[in-house]
């Protein structure tokens, strides 16, 4: 029986839009965090009054991650996969759970990516036939 590597088992169990869909989220994160949130050239524009549609994205980005919020949606969308086991809403967990990750959302986002990976890795019981 041969053996399979962790990247095909998940390619298998997840499939490749998934994993590609949570590589653009958590690069998408990361440039709104490193790019534009922790840009040291980007203060110095804002501070200065600039009218740049970086310093507007700069200001009104923090609201997504003030409180935890994209954290605590990712935990919510995977609990809420795990209970009605479905593959949308489990998908929904690991995006916005990779998202959490690179936005100061940590805690609660690695459990809402985690329920979602768990909702869509395990398969219900199959029936048991004792005819």
Avoid: K
């Avoid at 209970?83 to 809403?89: G, M, N, Q």
């Avoid at 759970?97 to 990516?113: C, Q």
């Amino acid at each position: 029986m041969p053996t399979s590597s962790l990247a095909a088992d998940l390619r298998q169990g997840l499939g490749v839009p998934l994993l590609i869909a949570l590589l653009v989220a958590a690069a998408a994160s990361a440039g709104l965090r490193y790019g534009l949130m922790e840009s040291d050239l980007l203060h110095g524009l804002c501070a200065s009054g600039a009218d740049d549609w970086r310093c507007l994205v700069r200001r009104i980005a923090p609201q997504l991650f003030m409180q935890e919020r994209v954290g605590l949606f990712a935990l919510a969308v995977g609990v809420l996969a795990l209970l009605l086991r479905h593959a949308f809403v489990a998908r929904l967990a690991v995006v916005a759970g990779a998202a959490g990750l690179v936005l100061y959302s940590a805690d609660f986002a690695a459990v809402g990516l985690l329920a979602g990976l768990l909702a869509l890795l395990t398969r219900p019981p199959a029936s048991v036939n004792t005819a």
